[in-house]
């Protein structure tokens, strides 16, 4: 069996911009899903993604009706091995996708097009994360197995 | 496309010299002011009997001598380099080669740690400039151009050190294998005398050079432009080889493969020792009839014939060291497959291993890694693909065989291998009624050792003026 491998945590919390159209985010991320989708699959390294969209001015940080924000746009993954070296290829599966997102976020617009500022995107993305800032970079995490995505797919037979 | 300008850009960065012999200096700045002279004099001094920097121009007259340096980012800023500039330069290079967080990453651990460094490599901050030289004539060649270099840098730089490097007979390395088959097809650059077909995508340009476009789309670049177009960034190496450990490996290791020598040889590298891949001679490195010569690089490991796939790596194992620093067409995470690319210019030093008459001397391989961007291409190679097993992606086959099940460790040339949990996965078909199955051998050592290395900034000429007169 494949040697354990336990994956890691990514809690992207993107602030989005003042007057930032949530429904204009949320129709980019419905057009994009199946080929976010495939990237992902393409990547191979991650178990699971979803987005969630976050409101800063409400008490338990879900969207309120007619809310005007200020709200975040967090990115949720479980992946295996080094995401900051994978980076670039994942910005080559999706290029539109990270330029289209990073020009609702307050201050990622800068780094558009990705493809040029890749290691500045990267030092923005592990400032964004919160898995790897203290405190939660010092949380424990449960994995209920230790295994890569290639390796589960592998034993299955996929 | 508009032409490059092969008169600005360091000769080594695209074309392969067929030399013999090389000297690399190690130097560092002593007088900052003379430092600086003495570079512009490396591409002003035309006809002061000063070699200089070869650049990739086509010559009609081919130079006795050629001459590439490159510089470390404590190098610019010993050479005056603002510090805000230096800021803007990648993050790789800026850390350097002896940074913990670097050695952790490529693999340069336990007696390749940068600690371990000879040559004065092992102090990062105190290395500046690593000037190479090379000839095809003879040794005398390099010895008379390194006494006027000496000459003319005295006073400028203090020489930490100088490593000889003299091919071997063949283009054999001391493991014993042929080098110098394989290197990216780059768009723009000089036709090569020697074309070889290696099936795979065309590098642009910016993948070796700043300024450039890129296979991303992008461009890498550094502030200001004249430190950025045509300029490139390298991994300096020097990789010491035990070829009595390597030797007494595949005698043991054969042993318990339950295969013969040069056949174990040919499974942990990828090609035989004769320069044969193994994908195209599974069974020999003598095939017969022979392969032609514009033939030997002409392959994938996965294929929609069946009779040319090795998707499971039963001819070419997916752990093996080829396999590894170029997974060709065979799927990867990431999906970079073949977005990876590395150029290489090393050579051996030190002298061939006579089992009959066994010595200390050191020996292995010394050179220049180039790349335009140190992380995505060195780095990457060998954090992700040299030293892990992790990244080959699924691919379902018979009787729940699979390219992930068959790989296992590091890369048994250049991993860092510590023995309690070194591993190689020979992978074998199935076959009648006999199952696909693996067998895997443990406990090895490694057998190249890191004894030095340098992050280098590879200035165009351009760049080289601009800091001559900073």
């Not at chain 1, 005007?68 to 080094?82: E, K, S, W």
């Not at chain 2, 036709?191 to 077909?197: E, F, M, N, S, V």
């Not at chain 2, 069974?283 to 294929?303: C, E, M, R």
């Not at chain 2, 194992?317 to 997974?327: E, Y």
Request: aromatic share 8%; charged share 15%; hydrophobic share 40%.
């Amino acid at each position: 069996m494949a040697v354990p491998t336990p994956p890691n945590p990514l809690t992207l919390i993107m602030p989005l911009r003042q007057g930032a159209d949530l429904g204009q985010l949320q129709g980019l991320l419905a057009s994009h899903q199946e080929a976010i989708n495939t990237a992902l699959g393409a990547v191979g390294t991650v178990h699971y993604a979803r987005f969630v969209v976050l409101d800063a001015s409400s008490p338990n940080l879900q969207p309120l009706a007619n809310s005007t924000g200020p709200f975040q746009l967090a990115v949720i993954t479980t992946y295996d091995g080094n995401f900051d070296m994978y980076i670039q290829d994942f910005v080559q599966q999706l290029p539109d996708v990270f330029d289209a997102l990073l020009g609702f976020t307050t201050d990622g617009a800068g780094l558009v097009p990705a493809r040029d500022n890749v290691s500045q995107l990267t030092a923005w993305i592990k400032a964004n994360d919160a898995s790897q800032q203290p405190p939660n970079s010092l949380l424990s995490q449960y994995a209920a197995y230790p295994y890569t995505v290639q390796a589960i797919l592998a034993e299955q037979g996929s | 496309m508009a032409g490059l300008d092969y008169g600005d850009i360091q000769g080594t960065i695209l074309r392969g010299y067929r030399v013999d012999y090389a000297r690399h200096f190690v130097l560092g700045v002593v007088d900052a002011g003379a430092a600086r002279r003495f570079l512009g004099s490396l591409v002003n001094g035309v006809g002061s009997g000063l070699p200089q920097v070869t650049t990739a121009a086509r010559w009609t007259v081919k130079p006795r001598c050629f001459l590439n340096l490159g510089m470390t980012c404590s190098g610019l800023a010993a050479l005056g380099v603002p510090q805000a500039t230096l800021n803007g330069f990648p993050a790789a290079f800026v850390r350097g080669a002896t940074d913990a967080a670097t050695a952790e990453l490529v693999g340069d651990v336990g007696a390749s740690a940068p600690s371990e460094w000879t040559g004065g490599l092992s102090d990062g901050e105190a290395v500046h400039v690593l000037l190479s030289l090379w000839a095809l004539e003879s040794h005398a060649v390099i010895e008379e151009a390194s006494a006027v270099l000496r000459a003319a840098f005295s006073g400028a730089f203090q020489e930490l050190s100088a490593c000889d490097a003299a091919a071997l007979a063949d283009n054999k390395v001391h493991f014993g294998y042929t080098d110098n088959i394989s290197q990216p097809h780059v768009e723009g650059a000089p036709p090569t005398k020697r074309p070889r077909p290696d099936q795979q995508p065309v590098a642009p340009v910016g993948e070796f050079l700043l300024g450039h476009q890129n296979q991303y789309g992008g461009t890498y670049t550094v502030s200001p432009t004249e430190l950025s177009t045509n300029s490139s960034f390298a991994a300096f190496r020097v990789l010491e080889q035990d070829v009595a450990g390597f030797e007494e490996f595949l005698d043991v290791y054969s042993a318990k493969a339950g295969v013969d020598v040069e056949t174990l040889a040919a499974k942990v590298c990828g090609r035989w020792r004769s320069g044969v891949p193994l994908v195209l001679s599974p069974d020999t490195g003598t095939p017969s009839p022979p392969l032609p010569a514009d033939q030997i690089n002409d392959y994938d490991y996965v294929s929609p014939d069946p009779a040319l796939d090795d998707t499971f790596g039963y001819r070419c194992p997916v752990g093996s060291h080829m396999r590894r620093a170029n997974p060709r067409g065979q799927k990867v995470v990431g999906g970079g497959q073949h977005l990876h690319r590395i150029i290489r210019r090393a050579m051996p030093y030190g002298p061939p291993y006579d089992p009959l008459t066994p010595d200390a001397e050191p020996r292995g391989l010394i050179g220049w890694f180039i790349t335009a961007d140190i992380t995505n291409q060195f780095e990457f190679l060998m954090s992700q693909w040299v030293n892990l097993p992790d990244f080959v992606m699924s691919v379902p086959g018979p009787a729940g065989a699979n390219p992930v099940k068959n790989i296992s460790g590091q890369d048994v040339l250049l991993g860092a291998n510590d023995p309690a949990t070194s591993s190689f996965t020979l992978p074998s078909p199935p076959s009648g009624t006999t199952p696909w199955s693996n067998r895997r051998l443990t406990g090895f050592s490694p057998y190249v050792t890191t004894r030095g290395g340098a992050y280098c900034y590879l200035p165009s000429i351009t760049a080289l003026g601009y800091l001559a007169t900073l």
